[in-house]
């Protein structure tokens, strides 16, 4: 019998096929042309593997080919997925979920002009930075404010604009790395600034950074929010009051990197205390700096708070450009702000607000409506007991109680199977079985995730 191989058609053939007549209606012709060749050698590999079709010489399994080729090439990289990790601010996931209002002002600003940059009263060129800018120090008792692209440029721009080849002094036990490749000693040494260390990892006395203050070698006070860890034990660390009192002293600014930016009373989140950016000022930082997509629960940004005369300093240096932010940013940012006039709305209306005040009780009525509906549909799944976290690296060690859907079967075949589905879901495994926390499935995507769950269920019992 003659090699099937030899009865695969031309490419040229087969797009002049009839099967492939709607794939060049809904397609340009030459990204046709490249999915039939895909097709072609697909369907070369699989007779040489023994599987090839039954007529190599029928276009339609072509066509078949070409058109999953072509569908799959246009699904996005940047997709929508379902959390049900547990991990509100889940860094890999896109942190913060935006308001209503602030997807709607992000939407409006992207799709018109806008007076990011023009002043309407006179006519003339505005700044962009005029922007959120009475918001935040309303909010916060600020003198003046800046936004930049995120908390990290935010440093990176205090440290090149006020300590250009200066020393800027650091507790030894805030010497930590945030995630991402954020690294405290190597953003101060990339901005230009030397690192003078203070104190030892545990414990860091006021009098230590008379110390280093006293060789006049510095040039910043800088005090940074370990964020993602914690020490216990025998430990001591200089307060804010002590540093702002030191710092002025010596006539240097005492920069605060915050990290989270929580703007709502932590009670009202049922979480510890936290300290804010307007407690910070309060107790005498010359500048703070914190995320826009944390606690704060906006969109991705870096907010600088503090003295007039500094802020403007860093909105006049050149690296500012380099760092500056989106004109959705700002839409989204000022939109989020708004809401924290009425905290109320802002915990109604901000879902990361939100996600972290709602009771246990609430979140296990949700995974017990979801895991009913899965068991209806032939489903075996449960409610149980889960432990969230706040996650973007706040709030080390405090875990969120909540409630999760277990999905009865083989839990990393589970995993993967709802990873591939479209929208894809992200759950967590635990003592190889899979939960699918609920705390983080925004509302309205219960029917979707039943959807998913059964369609991967239903694909792992094919395997
Ligand atoms: C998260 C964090 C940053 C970085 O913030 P981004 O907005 O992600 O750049 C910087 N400092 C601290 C203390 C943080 O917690």
């Not at 070409?66 to 799959?72: H, K, P, S, V």
């Not at 800027?168 to 690192?195: D, M």
């Not at 007039?308 to 989106?326: G, I, K, N």
Request: proline fraction near 6%; aromatic fraction near 2%.
């Amino acid at each position: 019998m003659s090699d099937p191989r030899s009865r695969i058609p031309s490419v040229d053939a087969l797009i002049a096929s009839a099967d492939f007549g709607p794939l060049l209606e809904g397609y340009p012709r030459s990204r046709v042309v490249d999915a039939a060749r895909g097709a072609v050698d697909a369907i070369r590999r699989r007779i040489g593997e023994g599987n090839g079709p039954d007529d190599p010489a029928d276009s339609a399994a072509y066509a078949g080919i070409a058109e999953a080729l072509l569908e799959a090439a246009d699904v996005p990289s940047l997709r929508q997925v379902i959390n049900a990790t547990g991990v509100v601010l889940h860094t890999n996931l896109g942190r913060a979920p935006l308001a209503d209002a602030a997807v709607a002002a992000m939407a409006a600003a992207a799709g018109q002009y806008t007076n990011l940059e023009y002043d309407l009263e006179a006519g003339e060129r505005g700044s962009r930075y005029q922007h959120c800018v009475s918001l935040l120090t309303e909010l916060t008792g600020a003198e003046d404010a800046l936004v930049v692209n995120n908390a990290a440029a935010a440093l990176v721009l205090a440290l090149t604009t006020l300590a250009p080849g200066a020393g800027v002094a650091v507790s030894r036990g805030e010497l930590v790395e945030i995630g991402g490749g954020f690294r405290i000693p190597e953003i101060l040494e990339r901005s230009g600034a030397r690192l003078v260390e203070v104190g030892s990892t545990n414990r860091t006395r006021a009098a230590d950074y008379a110390k280093v203050l006293k060789s006049g070698d510095v040039r910043v006070v800088l005090k940074v929010h370990r964020s993602n860890f914690r020490i216990t034990g025998f430990t001591e660390q200089a307060s804010l009051e002590e540093l702002a009192t030191l710092a002025n002293e010596h006539d240097v600014p005492l920069l605060h990197d915050l990290g989270s930016g929580l703007l709502m009373d932590p009670q009202l989140l049922g979480l510890p205390g936290e300290p804010r950016p307007h407690d910070s000022l309060r107790a005498g930082a010359d500048l703070v700096a914190f995320s826009g997509d944390k606690l704060l629960g906006g969109p991705q940004a870096g907010v600088l708070l503090g003295r007039e005369a500094l802020v403007a300093r860093l909105r006049d240096d050149p690296m500012c450009r380099a760092l500056r932010v989106d004109k959705g940013t700002l839409a989204g940012l000022e939109s989020t702000l708004r809401l924290y006039r009425d905290p109320p709305r802002a915990l109604d209306e901000l879902p990361t607000l939100r996600m972290l005040a709602e009771s246990q009780e609430a979140v296990r009525e949700r995974a017990e409506a979801i895991a009913a509906e899965l068991t209806g549909g032939g489903v075996e799944a449960k409610v149980v007991e889960s432990s969230g976290a706040v996650g973007g690296g706040t709030y080390p060690g405090v875990e969120l109680p909540s409630a999760a859907v277990e999905v009865a079967g083989p839990a990393e075949a589970l995993q993967r199977a709802l990873r591939a589905g479209d929208p894809p879901v992200v759950g967590r495994i635990v003592d190889d079985r899979l939960l699918l926390d609920v705390r983080t499935v925004l509302p309205g995507q219960e029917g979707e995730l039943t959807t998913r769950v059964a369609a991967a269920v239903a694909s792992v019992g094919r395997l």
